[in-house]
């Protein structure tokens, strides 16, 4: 065990060691027979205390009275106030607010399990909602001046509730001055608290409440077992500006006041974590042991607490003379979470983490609030209910606690590491069908929490029923942080965080309009003049998306304990596929090289043969004697989609070096080794490929059959080589690299990443200036011709192969657009330069046009993640452009990318989300083009691709931009067979 470790014995606690535990009654007991043999107790105890207490005092110290109230407020548990909902006003009400009447809206409550739906109105006055539904004049009549909003038949959500969010702890963009999200001083710090370190600066507040987000739970990282004390914030800022009047229900000890009948107990929340993040202080034996040490010292405080009060309230004072009351600031909310009074969040992969944290939840007998990122929650639901209801006796006190805690999921991030290598989009179906709640959250900013409403939308589309996939970003955290009273649902009294939304929430794309938070309107004010949900004016964007059904793959998933295999069945000769509504192909000729051969609206079969379309229409003679038969249900067959950016088939899991190509050398940090005989280091992405890693499979099964992949890209933690490598681009279906038609262009493009130096990072990048001239040498003169980086470098110089260059900010994208010049003044060439990333490339979109470079953004949606990143153009709500038509209109060849291997099988929402967001301005042609011909392009690999009609995706009951869509087959002309997935 690391030395960091305290394992001091504790000032105050010693005299205590002796205090026997108290005999609990039988573990598994039921709630309701426990509270009336509780009650009956406590009436007997009460009796015989009252005349004990008559005939035996001697001594009585000058406070007993402070200490019979802090043992009489032992047994209490934190509740809302009575009658919580009839108040007037909420105590987060600004005054002056003027009340607000949302009118013909279609209204999800959150209320009745989801169920709940109100055609009408909402009222939101002094923070609260006054009423929902129909709402009499006479509510809103006194009131001087009241806003309306027409809904026009809108859907209104209570604001999002984000259950796991680092906001304001790890802020952005991220500096070396704001990383407060772990602590780096032992395993249990029970004693740290996220708002000591609470950034009110952070660029994501408002970010997150234009997605609809108004309340998060701020927790410390991971890298502690128990980390700190979490907060519930809502992101409106305050008047006050201080962090201190962020926080949703302070527990009363954070400002010194105390309970009363008046303002009883509130919860208190804390994180706590297990399995390979808390490396740092030994492995998962270490890690047990330090959660049981610690609970262990609380659990001594806690027990001479209730020996102390037991005598105290049985009078015996001579016995606790010179003692006084056990407590210890370090400890002490640890001996909360005992006392059932703290909503704990615990951080925990693996089926073998749960399973210790559910024994240690029984050893000390506490609840756990939920489980968070739990990616293998949904193969053990049995375990997660064994998370006791205990109830016993302590004095006069009953306790209860346990139940079956929330488990807390990503929808796709899965993969990154080992404990999440058996995570799975069918996780949050799983869980509800077992009876388990579920909650979506962000893990912000690992996720950007403005697409929180996202992982609900993708939850829905893996089978999550719709109702559910709501709550689980509504009410279901609001329950699990305690705040069910006020947040996550709308009723009359609960407090006025609304939002109202330019289609149905679970629709891809799902924008808010309007957002209120303690009813000030934050988001959507109609002197902002933004333009939102234009082109989703068609009826069905109000409705509740349409999903596939997965029941077959969701049983076969469980079946395999999370890994099914993904090799699809393969047919070589024909393939009818009926009820095909949409064909489009490749085609050089065509605007956007896309070309679509059937109307819509008409239905046709479809013949492949070796996996080539052969005929097209209604009476396919070619069909009759095909292998198999697929029924489309009006669903399209599309040019497969590409993907680049990632490292995908680079490595398996992105933290595990051992399942990757490993450390490039960086020529700007020291020579390579000289046997390479070459200065740069430069070398070939097809050297490392590997096939079959579930990502790839997997991004196959998704319709993304080509991928291209270079060694390096920027990272946030560590400091990136400089050259980056050669791409190599390949089919991520292929078996291995030999296989007829696997490697597509050995050679694709050469790689630069321009960083600077990472705010985490202890180790000085090369500097900016250093990186371009390096650059500027390397392409100008140059290395010897008979090395690999000289050969390269002028090829890229000449303008034979294209140079990608990971790069953000617009000053880094303006220095390499006059090298350009530059260079092929010098070179009296033309180069293929393409920037990726380019967060900031709409400020100088203009110029890049000129120029003749393209762009590949990353992250598809922005996000001002380090300063280079921080000049985004959020699109709607906030602004009118995205990056994307900005460029488009500037006449840029823009293409989307990602950035992690688990991203590429959602490539196909990414671009429906990037068409959508433009509020219709760009057409489904030019969005497919966005990941597959114009990254075809501007990689030159068009010939490559198109030379035989590339690989076609059949979707099953929509287009790739529907979420009622499913891919069932890709064929693939090139390897002359069909893939039925
Ligand atoms: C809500 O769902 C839970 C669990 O499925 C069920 O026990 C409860 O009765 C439901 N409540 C309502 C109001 O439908
Ligand atoms: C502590 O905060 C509560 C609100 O949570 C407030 O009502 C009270 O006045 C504050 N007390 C002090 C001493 O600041
Ligand atoms: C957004 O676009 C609308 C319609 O084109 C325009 O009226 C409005 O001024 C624009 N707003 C901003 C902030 O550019």
Excluded at 41 to 46: A, G, I, P, R, S
Excluded at 153 to 181: A, F, I, K, Q
Excluded at 843 to 854: F, T, W
Excluded at 937 to 944: A, M, N, P, S, T
Aim: with cysteine.
């Amino acid at each position: 065990m690391d030395s960091k470790m305290g394992y001091q014995e504790l000032p105050g606690a010693s005299s205590v060691h002796d205090a026997r535990r108290r005999p609990s009654l039988p573990k598994t007991i039921l709630l309701a027979l426990c509270t009336a043999v509780a009650t009956a107790t406590v009436l007997t105890c009460n009796t015989f205390l009252q005349s004990a207490a008559s005939q035996r005092i001697h001594y009585v110290p000058l406070n007993a009275e402070t200490i019979l109230t802090r043992c009489a407020a032992l047994g209490e548990k934190p509740r809302p106030p009575t009658d919580f909902l009839a108040r007037d006003a909420s105590d987060r009400y600004e005054p002056g607010t003027k009340s607000t009447l949302v009118k013909n809206a279609r209204i999800w409550t959150g209320a009745r399990n989801g169920t709940e739906i109100v055609y009408g109105d909402v009222y939101l006055d002094k923070g609260v909602v006054k009423g929902i539904g129909y709402i009499p004049e006479a509510l809103y009549a006194s009131e001087r001046e009241v806003i309306v909003v027409d809904a026009k038949g809108g859907w209104v959500t209570p604001g999002l509730v984000d259950l796991h969010s680092h906001v304001g702890v790890s802020s952005v963009p991220e500096l070396h001055g704001t990383l407060d999200v772990n602590s780096e001083h032992g395993p249990i710090l029970p004693w740290l608290r996220s708002i000591d370190a609470f950034n009110t600066h952070d660029d994501a507040f408002q970010l997150a409440i234009a997605g609809g987000v108004t309340s998060v739970q701020v927790l410390p990282g991971s890298g502690n077992a128990i980390a700190g004390q979490a907060f519930m914030f809502k992101l409106r800022k305050t008047s006050d500006r201080t962090p201190s009047s962020m926080v949703l229900e302070p527990p009363h000890s954070l400002n010194g006041s105390s309970a009363n009948s008046e303002h009883p107990m509130r919860w208190r929340h804390m994180k706590q974590a297990c399995g390979e993040s808390l490396i740092a202080y030994g492995n998962r034996m270490d890690s047990m042991w330090s959660y049981r040490w610690a609970y262990n010292e609380a659990r001594r405080i806690k027990d001479s607490q209730d020996v102390y009060c037991a005598k105290a309230e049985a009078g015996l004072w001579d016995e606790l003379s010179g003692q006084n009351y056990p407590d210890n600031l370090q400890w002490e909310a640890l001996v909360d979470v005992l006392r059932g009074r703290v909503k704990v969040s615990t951080h925990c992969y693996e089926e073998v983490d749960l399973d210790s944290m559910v024994r240690l939840t029984n050893e000390f007998e506490f609840p756990i609030a939920s489980f968070h990122h739990a990616s293998e929650a949904w193969l053990v639901p049995n375990l997660l209910k064994r998370t006791r209801v205990v109830c016993f006796l302590h004095e006069l006190a009953l306790t209860e606690w346990g139940g079956t805690p929330t488990v807390g999921v990503f929808a796709a991030v899965h993969r990154y590491k080992r404990e999440s290598f058996r995570g799975s989009g069918f996780a949050p179906r799983v869980l509800a069908d077992n009876g388990i709640p579920v909650v979506m959250k962000s893990d912000h900013p690992i996720l950007n929490s403005r697409y929180l409403m996202y992982e609900a939308q993708q939850a829905h589309y893996w089978g999550l029923p719709p109702h559910l996939a709501l709550l689980s970003v509504t009410a279901v955290p609001a329950t699990a942080a305690g705040m069910s009273h006020r947040i996550g649902v709308l009723q009359e009294g609960t407090d006025a965080d609304v939002v109202l939304w330019d289609s149905h929430p679970l629709q891809l794309g799902a924008t808010p309009r309007k957002v209120w938070i303690d009813g000030i309107l934050q988001i959507g004010a109609d002197e902002e003049g933004i333009v939102i949900g234009k082109g989703k004016e068609a009826r069905q964007f109000q409705e509740v998306p349409n999903v596939p059904n997965w029941d077959k793959e969701r049983k076969e998933a469980i079946k395999w304990d999370g890994l099914p295999p993904l090799a699809p069945t393969q047919y070589r000769s024909r393939v009818l596929l009926r009820n095909v509504r949409e064909v489009t192909v490749r085609d050089p000729d065509a605007e956007d090289r896309l070309k679509t051969l059937l109307e819509p609206g008409e239905l046709s079969d479809v013949v492949l043969d070796r996996g080539r379309i052969t005929c097209i229409g209604k009476h396919c003679l070619g069909g009759i004697n095909a292998e198999v038969e697929i029924d489309l249900q009006g669903g399209a067959i599309a040019p497969s989609l590409m993907t680049f950016g990632s490292p995908l088939g680079v490595e398996e899991i992105m933290l595990e070096a051992s399942t990757g190509d490993g450390v490039l050398f960086d020529p700007l940090h020291g020579d390579p080794p000289s046997i390479l005989g070459d200065k740069g280091g430069l070398v070939r992405t097809a050297d490392a490929l590997k096939f079959g890693t579930r990502n790839a499979l997997l991004a196959h099964r998704a319709g993304v059959t080509y991928a291209t992949s270079s060694l390096e890209k920027t990272t946030y933690f560590t400091s990136p080589a400089f050259i980056a490598g050669l791409s190599v681009t390949f089919r991520t279906g292929s078996a291995h690299a030999l296989e007829p038609g696997a490697v597509i262009k050995q050679i694709t493009a050469l790689h630069i990443v321009l960083s600077r130096t990472s705010p985490s990072s202890l180790v000085g990048q090369a500097s900016v200036s250093t990186q371009i001239a390096a650059l500027r040498r390397l392409l100008l003169n140059g290395e010897p011709d008979d090395t690999e980086t000289g050969h390269w470098f002028k090829r890229a110089a000449q303008g034979a192969i294209p140079l990608v260059i990971d790069v953000a900010s617009a000053d880094i994208m303006a220095v390499l657009l006059r090298l350009k010049v530059e260079v092929e003044q010098a070179r009296g060439s033309l180069m293929k330069m393409v920037f990726f990333r380019a967060t900031e490339a709409h400020l100088i979109a203009d110029e890049i046009a000129r120029e003749k470079v393209g762009i590949i953004l990353e992250p598809a949606r922005p996000f001002p993640q380090v300063w280079d990143e921080r000049r985004i153009l959020a699109g709607p709500p906030l602004t009118n452009d995205t990056s994307l038509v900005r460029l488009m209109d500037a006449g840029v060849t823009v293409a989307i990318g990602c950035r992690d291997a688990w991203q590429p099988v959602n490539t196909r929402f990414d671009v429906a989300w990037a068409a959508l967001e433009t509020n219709g301005r760009i057409t489904r042609q030019k969005a497919q083009a966005l990941v597959t011909t114009n990254l075809e392009k501007l990689l030159d690999i068009e010939g490559w691709i198109d030379e035989d009609g590339g690989d076609l995706v059949a979707y099953q009951g929509g287009s790739i931009f529907d979420l009622s869509r499913k891919p069932v087959a890709v064929a693939s002309p090139r390897r002359g067979l069909v893939d039925v997935l």
